[in-house]
């Protein structure tokens, strides 16, 4: 999913945390906004991810704002995906459960699981199971609609380098399979994964690298 943001300004009270930002992301890809904490990049991900109303500019998904695509939540469901550096996984339901609580066709979860590792985790809870495969679990609850695009906003910050860089290593896979990751990131090591890196400091996009 092509995603264009254009002259987007926003604020949080009188603090301007993104100044003039307009960007254009192709469809698929592992994109990382990397930046030290207050460059605006954890912003600048949750509007594109249409968490958050931008004070000024628009975002365009294939050309077509959000009013255009009627039902927002609809549309989340159906085209973009969500990790974050908490793992929010239900802890009174099991990983399975977990993942189909999302999943529009349940069939797709059993083979994902396997897919990403942890099949042999699908009835266990979530104080059962490690840190790393908590985010696993979140990966594949996040993956289990196809979307066309998953944000994910810091998915490293609590997990070891080990574990990190295994989270680096499935986008980078999935992303080769035709599905977009656009990740928010203070960890440089990303920039070893990711197909194009935008760096940020105070609210404005100072280098794109692919």
Do not use: C
Request: charged share 20%; proline share 2%.
């Amino acid at each position: 999913m092509r995603i264009d943001a254009m002259g987007i300004n926003h604020y949080y009270g009188s603090e301007q945390v993104l100044k003039g930002v307009t960007l254009s992301l192709k469809s698929g890809g592992f994109v990382a906004i990397i930046g030290e904490s207050g460059s605006g990049k954890t912003t600048l991900l949750s509007i594109l991810s249409t968490l958050l109303h931008p004070t000024e500019g628009s975002v365009t998904f294939e050309g077509k704002g959000l009013d255009q695509w009627g039902n927002i939540d609809t549309f989340r469901r159906h085209n973009i995906g969500f990790v974050f550096q908490f793992h929010y996984l239900i802890a009174h339901l099991t990983v399975r459960e977990n993942v189909a609580l999302s999943a529009l066709d349940t069939t797709t979860v059993d083979p994902l699981l396997q897919q990403l590792g942890i099949a042999r985790l699908a009835h266990r809870y979530s104080d059962e199971i490690s840190g790393g495969e908590r985010q696993r679990s979140a990966i594949a609850r996040a993956l289990v609609n196809s979307p066309s695009v998953v944000f994910a906003d810091e998915p490293t910050g609590n997990l070891d380098t080990k574990n990190a860089l295994a989270v680096y290593e499935l986008f980078k896979t999935f992303s080769a399979q035709g599905r977009g990751f656009v990740v928010a990131s203070h960890d440089k090591r990303i920039a070893e994964y990711a197909d194009t890196i935008i760096q940020m400091e105070d609210g404005h996009i100072v280098k794109i690298s692919q």
